[in-house]
């Protein structure tokens, strides 16, 4: 089986220094798990589109062995080069963190490409396993509760926070790794299609009245007969209207 883990460039939410995401490392702890459950010729690829980030980079140091990166600029969208890689790759499985932890990320990519490549996606995995020629995917819904899938291949899976935990950086099998570089696609970033109107004054939705408001008063505990006489006297200003 050939599994690609796609990996996006991280910063720490509190200092925003590069960071690998966390999710993204448990990926590859599921992968390598999956692979236990394979042929010895399974192989696993970190997959990144853009620049040589160094929380990208890190990822070499938990577990992961082998890196492609396929350079482009900041403001290229990385569809078109990640889909042309995996079209070139052919993979029987990618796996992605549910969201990142970026600047631009959205959590959006695996979905698109996806739609771009027309394969089947689960989202929110926490354990995979063989079955067969398919894969049987345990995923995490609201409020603790499990369900189990079968999802044919090749798939996209994204991971859940809720993943076994990721394996302990190693500095060693950082400097070990083997990163392949390659030009990626220049594509502009989608941008969103709206409509952008000159601004005019809005109707009023409330039509004026002519007619003379009253003040009232406050009464505090009054007795039943100061009471009624105090709504009698309000009616009495509206009769003849």
Known sequence: ????????????????????????????????????????????????????????????????????????????????????????????????????????????????????????????????????????ILQSLPRGARRRLTLARPAIVTIHEAAPPARTFAFRARRSGTIHEKPGIPAPSPTDNHEIRPYRQRPRLIAETTQPTTAGHLMLAPTPETAAAAVLAYVEQFRGR
């Open 1 to 136: 089986m050939n599994i690609i883990v796609l990996l996006s460039a991280g910063r720490d939410p509190q200092s925003g220094t590069p960071r690998p995401v966390p999710v993204e490392l448990q990926a590859i702890a599921l992968a390598l798990a999956l692979a236990t459950h394979l042929a010895p010729t399974t192989t696993i690829t970190g997959l990144h589109a853009g620049e040589p980030d160094p929380s990208v980079l890190d990822a070499l140091g938990h577990g992961l062995t082998t890196l492609t990166l396929l350079r482009t600029n900041p403001a290229d969208d990385p569809l078109a080069t990640l889909a042309a890689e995996i079209d070139r790759a052919r993979p029987d499985l990618i796996l992605a963190g549910r969201r990142g932890r970026g600047g631009t990320d959205s959590g959006l990519l695996p979905y698109r490409l996806a739609r771009a490549r027309a394969m089947p996606i689960a989202a929110d995995a926490i354990a995979i396993e063989p079955d067969g020629n398919d894969l049987a």
